[in-house]
């Protein structure tokens, strides 16, 4: 006879009044953990109890039932009912689902809830919101449902929206989650499935490799040339943002990059079309240029318009009304929102009426041009006042002088080949009565004589022959036509325009070049008034020109066809007495400028220097983009710098601040015009760090 099993039987379940229940002190969970108490009384109110409390009847010591039931477990959603109470939103007798258990430890019934419940598949929750946005829920209200941003049910939706392959993969564990919201980069599925079944193949699948193969063709939102297009204005022409919901992404890469470059040719020839209309020969428009684009043109200086009455007096009005709300607030932790945006408001006003035109004559517009690009921040960049060679006048005068002086050593040849001549009256010669022209022989013989005696004399007078070298160099590398100096000092000024892409947008190149724009302004515009104002300036100020003269002849290039072993070792003399480090200039190695030309066992060993062994470990097995990739990421911010650019006596990691930072815009700036000072400008070499700053 076949003995019948024994059937199950359930706890039994009950209604028990509020009041009638209590914390046990046999419930395991002591540490908080998940959502809170508050917004669990939330969602018990707005969808009531969804589980059941476990009790057990408290027992007087003759093991009689109290009337009292004890909550091993459930005791968080106890707590979320009794502040439900205490709100006086549930009434003390409200009848609260309970099963009640008799059996076993209080204890176990306590770990064995905990325990045994099976979390929730991220996948899951993904596709439950998915669902909920389908039957029309907003963002916003499922984020109200369940307490949590509207970012975060954003961020669910992405990931429910992937392609289904995908989620299947992630469901089998053959994918991670981060490399899951990798692939929400790109809402193409089949672009998605195409990536997903490359990386199958490949050693690494790390997120950042993902990302890196889903934007291939895409643009930067953070480029230039979208941050001069505007993402606003990309989108409203039909244009696809892809976003990364997940990690910081400069605003995203813009997909269509065509659109963009027919966007960027329209508004730059549309700015070019203003700056053509100011009455310029010439202007040349492009998205960017080599840096010294202009080297052989002659550089016009205009004049700086003042302000008007009207403008003077708005500024007046502006800066009074700026320096009294700072003064009401002086003592403030923190501005009011509303005079922050106002002082905002006010600095704006101000520097647009401080940023002054630039007024040339007619004749300089007849001659000269200007080249309209996109500077590196995405702002428009114009550059006025070029001469090109051809467009040059032409003047007698000015050619006479090139043909008395093309070529001195001839003229010395020539003297010295003369001299038993130069002795002797000319045969021709009569004597006559009155004045007649000094011959061309005796004046040299006259002016030979002059010549070793002033170098004699200068030889003597150093603070003289400073002034001589200072004037004959300024002449050469501000003036066109340099030929107003009898001290034949040629300095010369290589130019790097081919060298390095990107070069005119470092902080240093801008440094160097805002340096010869001041001095520029600060020069009188005719050559041969230059000895006059240098005589007239102070030390400091004949000082301070004299090293940028000097500094625009360095050239410590390497060049494969022009080998200079000497003069590049002098370079690396000069950086080390001046304490050059090139990290703290702003050179960074990325991927365009270092990482990408050389060869993975130079990346790893750069890995290695800036982090160490284990980073270059964990990216040695990786292809060659996805290495350049990482080494940019791990390099960042760790002052690594190749051999070529280490300063002798510096750590590559040294990020030390100049000590000496002067605003040539401030020195030489009149006090209440604006305009350059005619007295001892004080125009210095500025500080990279400073022109950043600025």
Not at 360 to 377: M, Q, R
């Amino acid at each position: 006879m076949t003995k019948s099993q024994q059937k199950i039987t359930l706890s039994a379940s009950r209604d028990i009044p509020f009041n009638k229940l209590v914390l046990s002190q046999a419930n395991v969970r002591s540490v908080k953990a998940g959502v809170s108490i508050e917004e669990l009384a939330e969602d018990i109110a707005r969808r009531t109890l969804l589980a059941s409390l476990t009790v057990r009847p408290v027992l007087d010591e003759s093991g009689a039932e109290t009337g009292m039931f004890e909550i091993p477990a459930g005791g968080r959603r106890f707590r979320a009912l009794e502040l439900l109470v205490k709100q006086k939103r549930l009434n003390r007798t409200a009848p609260v689902p309970c099963i009640v258990r008799t059996d076993g430890l209080a204890e176990e019934d306590s770990l064995a809830e905990n325990v045994q419940r099976a979390p929730l598949h991220p996948l899951d929750q993904f596709r439950a919101f998915q669902a909920m946005r389908e039957r029309g829920k907003s963002e916003e209200e499922i984020a109200a449902a369940f307490f949590v941003s509207t970012g975060v049910v954003k961020q669910r939706l992405k990931l429910a929206a992937v392609a289904p392959s995908l989620l299947d993969a992630y469901t089998q564990e053959e994918l991670t989650l981060d490399q899951l919201m990798a692939f929400t980069v790109n809402p193409d599925h089949e672009r998605q499935s195409q990536v997903w079944e490359a990386l199958k193949r490949h050693y690494s699948r790390q997120p950042y490799e993902i990302r890196r193969m889903l934007t291939e063709g895409a643009v930067r939102a953070s480029d230039r040339r979208a941050q001069f297009v505007g993402l606003g204005n990309y989108a409203e022409a039909g244009g696809e943002i892809l976003r990364d919901l997940f990690q910081s992404d400069d605003g995203g890469w813009l997909q269509d990059a065509g659109l963009l470059e027919t966007m960027v040719s329209e508004k730059l020839n549309e700015d070019a079309g203003a700056v053509q209309a100011e009455g310029w020969k010439w202007v040349e428009v492009g998205t960017d240029f080599p840096y010294g684009h202009t080297y052989g043109m002659r550089r016009l200086v205009g004049e700086t318009e003042p302000m008007s009455e009207e403008e003077q007096a708005s500024y007046e009005a502006l800066k009074a009304e700026y320096d009294k709300l700072e003064e009401e607030h002086a003592e403030a932790d923190e501005l009011p929102e509303e005079i922050d945006i106002r002082l905002g408001e006010i600095e704006t006003a101000m520097e647009a009426l401080q940023v002054r035109p630039i007024k040339f004559e007619p004749d300089e517009l007849a001659i000269g041009g200007a080249f309209v690009s996109i500077d590196g921040s995405g702002r428009l960049r114009v550059e006025r006042g070029y001469v090109r060679p051809e467009d040059e006048p032409v003047e007698e005068s000015e050619e006479a002088s090139e043909d008395d002086t093309a070529d001195p050593a001839a003229d010395d040849a020539d003297a010295s080949n003369g001299d038993a001549d130069f002795g002797a009256p000319d045969a021709d010669e009569e004597e006559e009565d009155g004045l007649k022209p000094l011959s061309d022989r005796l004046i040299t013989e006259l002016t030979a004589h002059r010549t070793l005696a002033l170098r004699d004399a200068l030889a003597s007078d150093p603070q003289t022959a400073f002034l001589a070298a200072l004037h004959a160099m300024t002449l050469r590398l501000f003036y066109r036509y340099g030929l107003d100096s009898c001290v034949e000092i040629e300095p010369r000024s290589a130019a790097f325009g081919s060298h390095a892409p990107g070069l005119g947008d470092t902080r240093y190149a801008q440094s160097i070049d805002l340096g010869l724009e001041n001095w520029a302004k600060a020069l009188p515009k005719a050559s041969e008034d230059l000895w006059d104002t240098l005589t007239e300036w102070d030390g400091d100020s004949r000082e301070a020109l004299f090293a940028h003269c000097v500094a625009m002849t360095v050239n410590g290039v390497h060049d494969p066809y022009s080998r200079r072993p000497r003069a590049l070792a002098h370079a690396g003399v000069l950086a080390a007495v001046l304490g050059l480090d090139m990290a703290a200039a702003g050179w960074i190695p990325t991927a365009d400028g270092y990482l990408a030309r050389v060869t993975k066992a130079r990346i790893l060993e750069a890995v290695r220097e800036a982090k160490g062994d284990e980073a270059a470990d964990r990216i040695a097995g990786l292809k060659k983009p996805e290495m350049v990739a990482a080494a940019e990421e791990l390099l960042a911010g760790t002052g690594w710098l190749p051999e070529p650019l280490r300063t002798s006596g510096l750590e590559p990691d040294v990020a030390e601040e100049p000590a000496n930072e002067v605003d040539s815009s401030e020195a030489t700036a009149d006090p209440e015009t604006g305009e350059p000072s005619d007295e001892s400008p004080e125009i210095v070499y500025e500080p990279a760090e400073a022109v950043a700053a600025e």
